[in-house]
């Protein structure tokens, strides 16, 4: 397996999953599957707890640049990057935006740059990207966002249920639904968010992609 670090500056072949609907900021997250029964409303609170800062929404989808959506979260992390001796390296590659509701997708990447951190307990290197790139199943043009770590890696085993509501790697300090959550925010913006994993000795670490369309199909 490659080094997961070079998937971050890697052309990637990129599936739509399919959107779900709602309305509203919790509701397009969440009310699909409490209709369903899959979650109950006991735990909406264990998701809020589960994002450590909620962004301003807005009320329609709005263009930002990698660079705007990422400098807020980034700035969340500023002390606690120094103290964890993480090193970011950050390559802006395209200035050109997406029409996107930018506190939803801030949730997103709040979320990556925790885990990631987490991740590396001991210091590594923290790698923030952005270009442009192709949805190759829809043909669509699109913003790609990309977060890797040096930290431990995920399992393979792992990897098949990282998006699944309650699936969690962390034992009692996790709730199994960060993952789960930004997958549904990415999906109602007709986007996808893949994974690429190593645990090679020397060689570990996890990178995140996130792929926005550049044009509004955010519902």
């Known amino acids: 397996m490659r080094n997961s670090l070079q998937f971050v500056d890697t052309d990637v072949e990129l599936q739509t999953p399919t959107c779900l609907e709602g309305t509203g900021l919790w509701q397009r997250r969440i009310q699909p599957v409490v209709g369903r029964g899959q979650i109950g409303p006991q735990h909406l609170q264990l998701v809020r707890r589960g994002h450590r800062i909620e962004f301003q929404q807005e009320s329609e ?3 930002a ?13 500023e002390g606690r990057l120094r103290n964890a001796r993480v090193k970011v390296e950050k390559r802006f590659r395209t200035d050109k935006p997406a029409v996107c509701f930018q506190g939803d997708v801030r949730q997103v990447l709040n979320n990556l740059v925790g885990n990631a951190l987490e991740a590396m307990p001991f210091g590594g290197r923290l790698l923030i990207r952005s270009r442009k790139g192709r949805n190759w199943a829809t043909g669509n043009p699109g913003l790609i966002l990309t977060i ?3 930290g431990t890696g995920i399992s393979p085993a792992a990897r098949k249920n990282i998006f699944d509501a309650f699936f969690t790697t ?6 199994g639904l960060g993952l789960w959550v930004c997958q549904e925010i990415v999906a ?15 060689s570990s670490g996890t990178a995140f992609a996130l792929f926005l369309p550049f044009e509004a199909e955010c519902q």
């Open 61 to 63: 989808p709005q263009a």
């Open 65 to 77: 640049s990698g660079a705007d959506l990422y400098s807020t979260v980034m700035s969340i992390y």
């Open 148 to 150: 890797g770590d040096t």
């Open 170 to 175: 962390k034992g009692t300090a996790g709730n």
């Open 188 to 202: 109602r913006h007709h986007g996808t968010l893949r994974v690429h994993s190593s645990q090679r000795q020397g």
